[in-house]
T-cell receptor, first 118, second 112 residues
Framework: GAVVSQHPSWVICKSGTSVKIECRSL??????MFWYRQFPKQSLMLMAT?????????EQGVEKDKFLINHASLTLSTLTVTSAHPEDSSFYIC??????????????FGPGTRLTVT | KNEVEQSPQNLTAQEGEFITINCSYS?????LHWLQQHPGGGIVSLFM???GKKKHGRLIATINIQEKHSSLHITASHPRDSAVYIC??????????????FGTGTRLQVFP
C-alpha cells in the first residue's frame, strides 16, 4: 500500500520557538494532504486541508497564522507551529489523498508527530 | 449526537475470540474507512469500502448502506490486535473524500 512519512516522529521545544513538521507521500503524488490534531484519548480533529500550489483551507477555530501550512510539491506538505505554547502540545497526524482510481480517492495516514512544548 | 457512532467504546477479549466492532452513521456517505491506531499513535488504514464486504487476513469489514451501518470483525484475535479502531466516513453522495468524519474509536485489548 501507499506510504506516508512524517518527520520528526517526536519533538520537544521551548515556549516561543517554532517547530516544522514534514509530511511526505513516498510512492505516490498527493495533490491534497490533510493535517489533524489529536488530544489524548480523543479522536482526530481536522485542522486544515492542504492543496499543492495553493493556500491551505483551515477549519473553523484553527489559527492560520499560528499553524502555517505549505504544500510546495506533490509529495511534501509542511506544518509549522509558530511561537509554540504548552497548549500546542499534541499529536499531529497528516494524511495524503491519492489520485482518483476506480471512482475513489484513498487516504493514507502518516505515523504522526508528538509535539511537547515546555 | 455524533454523526458517526461506534460501539462498544471499550472492549476486552481473550486471545482467540471473535471480535465485532460496530459503526453507525447518520449522513450520506460515499465511502467508509476503518482505521487502526496503536498505542504509539500511528494510524493504519485497514479498509475503505462503499458496499458489501472486504476481507484482509483475519479482518473482515462489512457495510450496509441502507441501514447506515458497518461492522469490523476480527477472527482469532491476538494480543497484537490490541489498538484503537476508528470508523470514519467520507460524507457526500459523490466520490469526494475531502473531509472525513471520525467516530470516537473503540479501544480493544486482547489478553493472552
Amino acid at each position: 500500500g501507499a506510504v506516508v512519512s512524517q518527520h520528526p516522529s517526536w519533538v520537544i521545544c521551548k515556549s516561543g520557538t517554532s517547530v516544522k513538521i514534514e509530511c511526505r507521500s513516498l510512492d505516490f503524488q498527493a495533490t491534497t494532504m490533510f493535517w489533524y490534531r489529536q488530544f489524548p484519548k480523543q479522536s482526530l480533529m481536522l485542522m486544515a486541508t492542504s492543496n499543492e500550489g495553493s493556500k491551505a483551507t483551515y477549519e473553523q477555530g484553527v489559527e492560520k497564522d499560528k499553524f502555517l501550512i505549505n504544500h510546495a510539491s506533490l509529495t511534501l506538505s509542511t506544518l509549522t507551529v509558530t511561537s509554540a505554547h504548552p497548549e500546542d502540545s499534541s499529536f499531529y497526524i497528516c494524511s495524503a489523498r491519492s489520485s482518483r482510481t476506480g471512482g475513489y480517492y484513498e487516504q493514507y495516514f502518516g505515523p504522526g508527530t508528538r509535539l511537547t512544548v515546555t | 449526537k455524533n454523526e458517526v457512532e461506534q460501539s462498544p467504546q471499550n472492549l476486552t477479549a481473550q486471545e482467540g475470540e471473535f471480535i465485532t466492532i460496530n459503526c453507525s452513521y447518520s449522513v450520506g456517505i460515499s465511502a467508509l474507512h476503518w482505521l487502526q491506531q496503536h498505542p504509539g499513535g500511528g494510524i493504519v488504514s485497514l479498509f475503505m469500502l462503499s458496499s458489501g464486504k472486504k476481507k484482509h487476513g483475519r479482518l473482515i469489514a462489512t457495510i450496509n448502506i441502507q441501514e447506515k451501518h458497518s461492522s469490523l470483525h476480527i477472527t482469532a484475535s491476538h494480543p497484537r490486535d490490541s489498538a484503537v479502531y476508528i470508523c470514519a466516513v467520507s460524507p457526500g453522495a459523490f466520490y469526494n473524500t475531502d473531509k472525513l468524519i471520525f467516530g470516537t474509536g473503540t479501544r480493544l485489548q486482547v489478553f493472552p
